[in-house]
């Protein structure tokens, strides 16, 4: 399964690539976030069922920590889903797309191997007359999303840039061919307004980018949307990375993490390692504590922070981990001797960090126990629910970690700082602050979804499987399957021409 290479390279990698570079200053504009849209298929099946089924009751539910998985009908596909989530942006923020002068979709769900699904998007910019935008699609695994970012972002600080904003769109369908893996899937998107004097200021100060050649998970077969998996990525190399000088600015400068998140139990084993590593190398963190300092400090927005951020001291970051883990791994030497995890550490890990995990970690997870997996939605996704489920005043001026990973394999790490001083309402559109704490995205993802039943989720999985790249071809319409204002495939002739639909907002 895909994502046991990844537990591996989550703890891997989330140190390696910062050493050496260290406290990049960021422009006096401000880049980042204005705004973001999220979207997710109608069509669900609870994950107990599906354990119920596969006759291994509390394996995805307590094994994965997932509760349902949203997947697409043969009606989506992966130009319908980025259609429908940037039109939503577009609408809900009344975006002038005159001001428009980059778009990239990150995506790895290959549907034409010469056309770009950007150029399909470019349909939703013919009534405003602009043709002079940027970008294509970028591809690698889970990563793509953030690939898309990082040159947008590369864009706004260019001198063609002429004072223009810049949209990125993560969008994936997870679906696997092993029914043992299929509790893994899930499928969403993610649309990304960037510009100036954002709210969300992504401040590369903790930029890091880690990338290696391996076959853990990859795609060769074009005739089908399922991968081939290598599930035995060895842990071992955890304690032969340069991870050290990167501590201090995980431990004491951050105040939430978003994580690549293929399901949430694996997100939950990544921070129990975390700390079992700090526990390990306290020394380390105590001699360079000084470097966080440093680190909030590296750009106009991040001084701002500095002023508001409630610095963790190593004290008082130890004291919120259980001290039992410290009497535990004295039966370990995993530093010294490379010794390899095992299911007691990992138990260790995680009750030590229960409470940590619950105040950074869990927020941004609402999507991943719900929907599943996003594959390169999925980390902004996270960054979607941790704002939606956090209050302004525990939002205003903190600093949050962005980990992204794709197999093949491309990771980076990257920081994103709210600015104490602007709105954060209109990046949802919701006020963060409503009597009943819920959004309207929230009503979407709990009371308006449509569950099926494990029968018929199998059923429409083998319809997709078996009209992959037919052609012509006409999807039979589930109207019980798409929300108001989605975009759906229509139909494919016999020249392989994809024509797509938009149900009524009503």
Same mark, same amino acid.
């Given at each position: 399964?895909?994502?046991?290479?990844?537990?591996?390279?989550?703890?891997?990698?989330?140190?390696?690539?910062?050493?050496?570079?260290?406290?990049?200053?960021?422009?006096?504009?401000?880049?980042?976030?204005?705004?973001?849209?999220?979207?997710?298929?109608?069509?669900?099946?609870?994950?107990?069922?599906?354990?119920?089924?596969?006759?291994?009751?509390?394996?995805?539910?307590?094994?994965?920590?997932?509760?349902?998985?949203?997947?697409?009908?043969?009606?989506?596909?992966?130009?319908?889903?980025?259609?429908?989530?940037?039109?939503?942006?577009?609408?809900?923020?009344?975006?002038?797309?005159?001001?428009?002068?980059?778009?990239?979709?990150?995506?790895?769900?290959?549907?034409?191997?010469?056309?770009?699904?950007?150029?399909?998007?470019?349909?939703?910019?013919?009534?405003?007359?602009?043709?002079?935008?940027?970008?294509?699609?970028?591809?690698?695994?889970?990563?793509?999303?953030?690939?898309?970012?990082?040159?947008?972002?590369?864009?706004?600080?260019?001198?063609?840039?002429?004072?223009?904003?810049?949209?990125?769109?993560?969008?994936?369908?997870?679906?696997?061919?092993?029914?043992?893996?299929?509790?893994?899937?899930?499928?969403?998107?993610?649309?990304?307004?960037?510009?100036?004097?954002?709210?969300?200021?992504?401040?590369?100060?903790?930029?890091?980018?880690?990338?290696?050649?391996?076959?853990?998970?990859?795609?060769?077969?074009?005739?089908?949307?399922?991968?081939?998996?290598?599930?035995?990525?060895?842990?071992?190399?955890?304690?032969?990375?340069?991870?050290?000088?990167?501590?201090?600015?995980?431990?004491?400068?951050?105040?939430?993490?978003?994580?690549?998140?293929?399901?949430?139990?694996?997100?939950?084993?990544?921070?129990?390692?975390?700390?079992?590593?700090?526990?390990?190398?306290?020394?380390?963190?105590?001699?360079? =504590?000084?470097?966080? @300092?440093?680190? %909030? /400090?590296?750009?106009?927005?991040?001084? &701002?922070?500095?002023? *508001?951020?409630?610095?963790?001291?190593?004290?008082?970051?130890?004291?919120?981990?259980?001290?039992?883990?410290?009497?535990?791994?004295?039966?370990?030497?995993?530093?010294?001797?490379?010794?390899?995890?095992?299911?007691?550490?990992?138990?260790?890990?995680?009750?030590?960090?229960?409470?940590?995990?619950?105040?950074?970690?869990?927020?941004?997870?609402?999507?991943?126990?719900?929907?599943?997996?996003?594959?390169?939605?999925?980390?902004?996704?996270?960054?979607?629910?941790?704002?939606?489920?956090?209050?302004?005043?525990?939002?205003?001026?903190?600093?949050?970690?962005?980990?992204?990973?794709?197999?093949?394999?491309?990771?980076?790490?990257?920081?994103? =700082?709210?600015?104490? @001083?602007?709105? %954060? /309402?209109?990046?949802?559109?919701?006020? &963060?602050?409503?009597? *009943?704490?819920?959004?309207?995205?929230?009503?979407?993802?709990?009371?308006?979804?449509?569950?099926?039943?494990?029968?018929?989720?199998?059923?429409?999985?083998?319809?997709?499987?078996?009209?992959?790249?037919?052609?012509?071809?006409?999807?039979?319409?589930?109207?019980?399957?798409?929300?108001?204002?989605?975009?759906?495939?229509?139909?494919?002739?016999?020249?392989?021409?994809?024509?797509?639909?938009?149900?009524?907002?009503?």
């Amino acid at each position: 399964m895909r994502n046991s290479p990844s537990i591996g390279c989550m703890y891997i990698h989330l140190f390696s690539g910062c050493v050496g570079r260290k406290y990049l200053v960021m422009s006096n504009s401000d880049f980042g976030i204005i705004a973001l849209e999220i979207y997710f298929p109608k069509f669900y099946v609870s994950q107990h069922d599906l354990e119920v089924e596969d006759k291994c009751v509390g394996k995805y539910t307590q094994g994965l920590g997932q509760t349902s998985l949203g997947f697409c009908s043969i009606q989506e596909d992966i130009n319908s889903m980025c259609l429908t989530v940037v039109s939503n942006l577009i609408r809900r923020t009344n975006l002038d797309l005159k001001t428009i002068g980059f778009l990239e979709v990150g995506t790895e769900t290959i549907i034409d191997k010469s056309k770009s699904t950007k150029t399909v998007l470019m349909q939703l910019f013919e009534t405003a007359g602009n043709f002079d935008v940027e970008g294509t699609d970028t591809k690698n695994a889970c990563f793509g999303g953030t690939s898309a970012l990082f040159g947008a972002l590369n864009w706004l600080e260019s001198s063609y840039c002429n004072g223009r904003m810049a949209l990125v769109v993560a969008a994936d369908i997870a679906v696997y061919g092993d029914k043992s893996a299929r509790p893994t899937g899930g499928a969403g998107a993610v649309a990304i307004l960037l510009g100036p004097n954002a709210p969300l200021v992504i401040d590369f100060g903790l930029r890091a980018v880690y990338m290696k050649h391996c076959y853990d998970f990859y795609k060769p077969n074009l005739s089908s949307e399922y991968p081939i998996v290598d599930g035995h990525f060895s842990l071992n190399s955890i304690i032969t990375t340069p991870w050290r000088d990167t501590l201090p600015k995980v431990n004491n400068a951050i105040d939430y993490m978003c994580l690549h998140a293929p399901f949430t139990r694996l997100v939950q084993k990544a921070i129990g390692w975390l700390a079992m590593i700090d526990m390990r190398t306290e020394g380390i963190i105590a001699d360079t =504590l000084n470097d966080s @300092d440093v680190f %909030l /400090s590296s750009s106009k927005a991040g001084q &701002l922070c500095h002023n *508001n951020h409630q610095m963790t001291s190593k004290s008082e970051y130890f004291d919120q981990i259980d001290p039992s883990i410290f009497n535990a791994l004295k039966d370990y030497r995993l530093l010294d001797d490379k010794h390899i995890p095992d299911h007691q550490l990992d138990t260790i890990c995680l009750k030590a960090t229960e409470s940590l995990y619950r105040r950074k970690v869990d927020p941004g997870l609402m999507f991943v126990k719900n929907i599943g997996n996003m594959y390169t939605a999925s980390l902004y996704a996270c960054l979607v629910s941790l704002l939606l489920n956090t209050s302004k005043a525990e939002l205003l001026g903190r600093r949050i970690l962005m980990y992204s990973y794709g197999s093949g394999m491309a990771s980076a790490m990257y920081s994103i =700082l709210i600015h104490p @001083d602007r709105d %954060l /309402s209109t990046i949802l559109n919701c006020s &963060l602050e409503s009597s *009943n704490g819920l959004s309207h995205i929230h009503k979407r993802l709990f009371d308006e979804r449509t569950q099926v039943t494990v029968s018929q989720f199998e059923l429409m999985l083998k319809e997709r499987e078996l009209s992959h790249n037919s052609a012509p071809f006409e999807p039979t319409f589930r109207p019980e399957g798409l929300f108001p204002g989605s975009y759906y495939l229509k139909n494919v002739d016999d020249r392989y021409r994809r024509f797509y639909e938009k149900l009524s907002e009503c």
